[in-house]
């Protein structure tokens, strides 16, 4: 399931780095009277957040995704814990099979990485561990490869090789609206909204995902991060008949990232909802809830070292 619930993740946190192709009435002037204006320019600009002028959206998408990039070298100082909840779902809507599982989150040899702690509260065995610790070794050794031979032929990629969408090839994929200022977890942000064009022609599996789905972003204004990200299919999407991935209309998913000691933002929270399959062995028709915790420092090397230090989160208002 983690492999979904990563896949699912990167469709959330692309919306953070799309670029709009019609960013129409975004940088409007102000449709408020002169008495209107001269009583909001009469107060501190903090309280009427909602009448400031925009920033220009491109260039802060432009911002956010190049921050994306910049803080990697900050989160490979980082580990964390994330709990993955699944619930599966009869035919009668109600719930069958629940089964949770624990990973850490580390970066080794430059690659992001999802270890295998726990399942369904119980450690793993020696044996388990060993496999674990197997099958992270050739993740790795295969981003490495795919990355290698991306950089050969001039390709970006993330850190597992994959295909990025970057902003400007995201500038024909669909169309976003309604940019607007909102507050999430007490800090300001610029919300917009977003629906993909399914007859947008692409070039990869990433954007044949992203040009199916809609749903809207938040942005932090002064750190230039996406902060949290909410979307839903808007067409039944297959690849390879349905045999690789299989998602039906309407599945839904949600993210949050949070500050990290002052210094990163970092996955807080995911869910889903709906019915997709990978391949033939992973798939969901219910709910997924991922819960992302215990932020540590530590140093990155082909081992996770003992006296690592927990991190707390900044708190959030809600939670003073």
């Keep these: 399931m983690a492999g979904v619930v990563r896949g699912a993740l990167v469709i959330a946190i692309g919306f953070g780095i799309l670029n709009p192709s019609g960013w129409v009435a975004f940088g409007q002037r102000s449709t408020a009277s002169p008495k209107q204006q001269q009583a909001v320019d009469a107060k501190p600009e903090n309280t009427v957040p909602e009448m400031r002028p925009l920033p220009d959206i491109t260039a802060l ?12 070298a900050v989160e ?18 109600g719930v069958k099979k629940t089964e949770t599982t624990e990973y850490d989150v580390f970066w080794l040899e430059g690659v992001e990485v999802h270890r295998l702690m726990k399942k369904d509260g119980k450690e793993l065995s020696a044996d388990e561990q060993k496999k674990e610790g197997d099958r992270i070794d050739k993740a790795v050794s295969k981003a ?11 390709k970006e990629t993330d850190s597992r090789g994959e295909d990025l969408v970057t902003v400007s090839r995201l500038l024909e994929l669909g169309s976003f609206t309604n940019a607007r200022r909102e507050q999430v977890n007490g800090r300001d942000v ?40 909410e979307g839903r299919f808007i067409n039944n999407f297959k690849i390879g008949g349905g045999l690789v991935v299989n998602v039906q209309k309407g599945t839904s998913f949600s993210m949050e990232q949070r500050k990290v000691n002052d210094e990163v933002w970092l ?27 215990d932020y540590r420092k530590f140093k990155a ?5 003992p006296g690592m230090s927990t991190v707390n989160p900044r708190p959030d208002p809600q939670e003073k």
Aim: positive net charge; without cysteine; proline residues 2%.
């Design 61 to 72: 998408l432009r911002a956010v995704e190049a921050n994306e990039k910049t803080s990697e």
């Design 76 to 93: 490979k100082d980082y580990l964390y814990r994330s709990t993955v909840t699944g619930a599966q779902m009869d035919g009668h809507g």
């Design 144 to 154: 490495k490869e795919r990355r290698a031979k991306a950089d050969a032929k001039g």
């Design 267 to 293: 996955p807080a929270r995911f869910e889903g909802q709906g019915s997709f399959r990978f391949l033939l062995f992973a798939g969901m028709n219910g709910t997924v809830k991922v819960v992302d915790s």
């Design 301 to 305: 090397t082909s081992k996770i070292l």
């Design 190 to 229: 610029i919300a917009v909204d977003f629906a993909g064009d399914p007859k947008a022609k692409t070039k990869n599996r990433m954007e044949d995902v992203i040009r199916n789905v809609a749903g809207t972003a938040w942005m932090d204004e002064q750190d230039k991060v996406l902060v949290k990200a």
